[in-house]
């Protein structure tokens, strides 16, 4: 009896420790750690998954799941822009789930087959001192067309291209509006009132917030954390449209842990997962048209996203940063 009772005991022991590292999963994180950490302990707390999480910018990640391909340390990644996983697909880094979560989306943010999902997006968006425009006699810009009035003359931040991802995402996204003659002709008729550019692709919405400017352009999520904490901001999406980068997530080949990489896209793309966006205070607004963004945030359904092809983007930095410099800085 006593050997039974040991051989249980053993089973039991052992069915655990099955149980253990079934509910386990490794993660390569490419969004920035402070807000990972708040998503991936939400889904943890909600499935009892345990999640390692190692922080990797986008080109290191990408290198790095290359690199051990053979030998996979990782099962999903997790952020970094969807063209980085259209990239690791192409290399057949990574492997397809069709989640039931896939119809909830629209086609931009998700793949088709499978291989990555969306996690967030962030449009670009201005950001406006309602106080010191008051104090101006002017009103909010509702369009990029506004932004070239004369009574935002010197009072608009933006980052540069020549150093910024965000503001080479702003040059796109006027090409798509206005045709790339046309976006160049915009940006020399906007540069009048352009105050600084930045070097820094957030920089504007920190000017913002101690009121050395009254405008500022970039990604969404610092004018939403100055709106959350008080500060007497309002976030304008312009009529005409706005770009948007999105952070993507796929499963890599030879996941381990594969059920577990499958319960975090599929918790991660739920309403749920959505929800915890805004939960968290993490200022990234969700990919669902049906979850909320926040007080005072529209919902994405209702605000003019523009996109724009990320092979052309890539091949076409240089010239289109030399055109800037040369149509709209004059040099």
């Known amino acids: 009896m006593a050997k039974v009772r040991k051989v249980i005991t053993l089973l039991l022991v052992l069915s655990l420790l099955g149980l253990g590292l079934a509910q386990s999963l490794v993660v ?14 939400a889904f943890s707390t909600e499935t009892g998954i345990d999640v390692q999480m190692v922080f990797l910018s986008s080109g290191p990640a990408l290198s790095r799941i290359e ?3 053979n030998r996979p340390q990782a099962d999903v990644w997790f952020g970094a822009p969807s063209e980085n996983h259209i990239l690791a697909k192409e290399r057949g880094l990574t492997q397809a789930y069709l989640s039931a979560n896939a119809d909830a989306l629209i086609d931009d943010f998700k793949d088709a087959e499978g291989y990555w999902y969306a996690i967030y997006t962030n449009p670009l968006t201005f950001g406006v001192r ?6 101006r006699g002017a009103t909010a810009p509702t369009s990029w067309a506004d932004l070239t009035k004369e009574e935002y003359s010197g009072l608009i931040q933006m980052p540069s291209p020549q150093s910024s991802g965000t503001a080479y995402a702003i040059v796109l996204t006027l090409r798509e509006i206005f045709g790339e003659d046309g976006a ?3 940006m020399r008729e906007l540069n009048p009132n352009v105050q600084t550019y930045t070097q820094s692709g957030t920089a504007p919405s920190g000017a913002l917030s101690v009121g050395e400017t009254a ?3 970039q990604f969404s999520p610092g004018f939403l954390r100055l709106v959350d904490e008080g500060f007497p901001v309002e976030v304008v999406f312009p009529d005409e449209g706005v770009g948007y980068e999105v952070a993507s997530m796929s499963i890599l080949k030879g996941a381990k ?4 990489a ?3 896209v599929d918790w991660m793309t739920s309403t749920t997962g959505q929800q915890q966006l805004s939960e968290q205070k993490t200022y990234f607004l969700p990919i669902r048209a049906d979850v909320s963004a926040g007080e005072g945030i529209p919902s994405l359904s209702t605000i003019n996203l523009i996109s724009y092809d990320p092979g052309f ?4 930095r240089s010239r289109l940063v030399d055109l800037w410099v040369e149509r709209v800085l004059g040099q």
Do not use: C, P
Request: negative net charge; aromatic residues 8%.
């Open 257 to 260: 842990n594969l059920e577990s």
């Open 28 to 41: 390569y994180s490419s969004v920035d750690a402070e807000n990972a950490r708040k998503l991936l302990n």
């Open 130 to 135: 309602t106080d010191i425009l008051e104090s």
């Open 67 to 69: 690199a051990e391909a």
């Open 262 to 264: 499958q319960r975090l």
């Open 215 to 217: 405008l500022a352009i």
């Open 313 to 316: 983007a890539a091949e076409n």
């Open 184 to 186: 160049f002709d915009y």
